[in-house]
């Protein structure tokens, strides 16, 4: 059986932990050429070394980037061009939850624009050089191999919900990305890129739980999550996986949902 993404090329931000290494995986046994870019280049090297391991049919390779760079990031999307002849997936994934982001009175300037920086025109600029590299693809249908490409860019439940947990900078970045996301969608959709959000549900990975530090923390979600639990890394990996395969060829402009249905929640079952 061919894999789902079968002669493709992907790049992934934040491929060292949580969402971006359990896609980064994911993508790899579906058959893609797999970038990895992380600011924390050692645990994306380690996650390369599994993929070299597990996968040794797909091409892949580990770099350091820091996304809210421009020159990184271009750096990055033309080393996957060199690496792999082309760019079909851009997951543009990396984000931080900075634990002193907090209300409208308390939140310093210097957070809200790290937070900026990396959540929000780190996706812009991974879109900008994912777009220019996606138009310069080659078609080749004894492939499945076309131009143009799948842009995926993670938002999240909060960019769509009010919490009175606040967290505004790192709200507000999640917001724009559905923004931004969404226009560039209508831009460049007759150029064959589609452009999705993805928009996780809370989950178990570092960025949260380092968060929720205490049981108190975590009860204080867990009763308005409709399923009675956090999500897993690899279950917001398949919805990335769904949007970055042909499957879902017809969608574009979308905020993906993959929250457990928490953004559908009034109360919650007892
Ligand atoms: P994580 O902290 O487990 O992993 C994030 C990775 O991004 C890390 O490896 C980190 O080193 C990297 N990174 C951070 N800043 C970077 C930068 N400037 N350049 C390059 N890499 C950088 O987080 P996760 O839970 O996997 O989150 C991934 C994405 O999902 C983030 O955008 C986050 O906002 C979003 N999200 C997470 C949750 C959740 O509950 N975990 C919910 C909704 C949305």
Not at 43 to 54: C, F, G, H, M, N
Not at 119 to 145: E, F, H, Q
Not at 188 to 212: Q, V, W, Y
Not at 234 to 257: R, V
Request: charged content about 20%; overall charge negative.
């Amino acid at each position: 059986m061919p894999g789902r993404l079968q002669h493709k090329a992907a790049l992934i931000t934040g491929a060292g932990s949580g969402i971006g290494l359990e896609s980064s995986l994911l993508f790899a046994s579906e058959g893609a050429n797999v970038l990895l870019i992380d600011v924390n280049v050692q645990a994306a090297e380690k996650v390369q070394k599994l993929i070299a391991e597990r996968y040794p049919n797909v091409k892949s390779a580990a770099i350091k980037a820091d996304v809210s760079k421009e020159s990184d990031i271009k750096a990055a999307v033309d080393k996957a061009v060199e690496l792999f002849g082309r760019l079909d997936v851009m997951f543009n994934n990396a984000g931080i939850m900075h634990p002193e982001d907090d209300n409208a009175l308390n939140t310093e300037e210097r957070i809200w624009d790290l937070t900026m920086n990396i959540n929000l025109k780190g996706v812009w600029w991974g879109c900008k050089y994912a777009i220019l590299a996606m138009r310069n693809n080659p078609t080749d249908a004894s492939k499945g191999l076309h131009t143009g490409g799948s842009i995926i860019n993670t938002a999240s439940f909060v960019a769509i919900m009010g919490a009175a947990t606040p967290q505004l900078a790192y709200t507000a970045s999640k917001g724009a990305v559905l923004a931004m996301t969404r226009e560039l969608a209508m831009v460049h959709a007759r150029e064959g890129i589609r452009l999705n959000s993805i928009c996780p549900g809370p989950l178990k990975t570092p960025l949260l739980m380092d968060f929720l530090n205490t049981t108190e923390k975590r009860e204080r979600r867990m009763v308005h999550l409709p399923m009675g639990r956090f999500g897993e890394a690899i279950e917001i990996a398949q919805g990335a996986l769904f949007l970055a395969s042909d499957e879902s060829s017809y969608i574009t402009g979308t905020d993906f949902a993959v929250d457990g249905g928490l953004s559908s929640c009034y109360v919650t079952a007892t």
